[in-house]
């Protein structure tokens, strides 16, 4: 395949890539009528909990629990699988292809719901909130790096760390906040894949409190009805709604950047 109708194809594919991110700055935050309708009832404390929990689970996964979630991924069966992909889109230069690397990004998705329904939903029914949180965060983090490995991207320093919590914030807040963190993303990407002369820097620890304030926020009003035995159970299931946004999101920026990078690429191959 001509490299010229490659990168062509890769650019449309951009585009409408670019979009689809752009779309995810204009939504509501789900959680707002679910906070609204408790909202008298939750403990003022409350946010305080759950966004240390967060922010302990956080620290924990992304320090001596790692190798928990390492364990879940098989990173270099991913890593094989995308690099088949890969080259049979830049044989092909068709879309059939690009949406087939697609296809596979979304494989485990209907997996990592089950897990955080059934966690979420369990749980929720013996009226225990908070303890759910480290196994819900843990199905968010493999999920965002599973994502990653399925479009080539491994998360194994601090930077791509820092990327990872900056891809799930983007999900979990609105407004001016949100598009700031998506120019935080994309910017730390371009410097990641060289893509950029000024370098970022980039400390997980930055974003932790960040966002751990964020989950809480989301999830203050269904943690707290997860506390309530039997109706707890509408409180877990929010659990599988944020899930599916992170991993759209994550799904949506990664794709982009893996487009940015190959386009890069195969630019700098017509230029040789």
């Known amino acids: 395949m001509d490299r010229k109708q490659v990168c062509g194809m890769l650019e449309k594919e951009l585009l409408l890539t670019r979009r689809a991110e752009e779309k995810l700055c204009r939504r509501q935050r789900s959680g707002g009528g679910f906070n609204r309708l408790v909202g008298d009832k939750i403990p003022p404390n409350l946010a305080q909990l759950l966004e240390s929990a967060f922010s302990a689970a956080l620290r924990f996964f992304l320090g001596k629990g790692r190798p928990a979630i390492d364990k879940l991924l098989p990173e270099e069966e991913l890593l094989a699988e995308f690099a088949r992909r890969d ?13 087939a690397l697609d ?8 997996i990592n719901l089950t897990v955080t329904t059934v966690e979420g939903a369990g749980l929720g029914l013996l ?3 908070l303890p759910d949180i480290p196994a819900f965060l843990a199905v968010l983090l493999k999920t965002v790096r599973e994502v990653g490995l399925r479009y080539g991207f491994a998360c194994r320093t601090p930077w791509e760390e820092s990327y990872l919590l900056r891809l799930m914030a983007v999900a979990v807040t609105t407004g001016e906040e949100q598009k700031q ?12 894949d060289h893509r ?10 930055e974003m932790i409190p960040r966002l751990s304030a964020m989950l809480a926020a989301e999830l203050l ?13 509408a409180g877990g299931a929010y659990n599988l709604l944020l899930l599916q946004r992170v991993e759209k999101t994550a799904a949506t920026l990664y794709k982009g950047r893996y487009l940015r990078r190959q386009i890069d690429r195969v630019r700098s191959g017509l230029a040789g």
């Open 87 to 99: 080259e049979a889109i830049l044989q092909e230069g068709s879309f059939a292809a690009l949406r």
């Open 103 to 110: 296809k596979t990004a979304g494989l485990s998705r209907s």
């Open 127 to 129: 009226g225990v909130g």
């Open 181 to 192: 963190l998506l120019e935080e993303a994309r910017q730390l990407a371009a410097s990641l």
């Open 196 to 205: 950029s002369s000024q370098g970022v820097v980039a400390d997980p620890e």
């Open 221 to 233: 009003a269904a943690k707290f009805v997860q506390g309530l035995p039997v109706v707890g159970v």
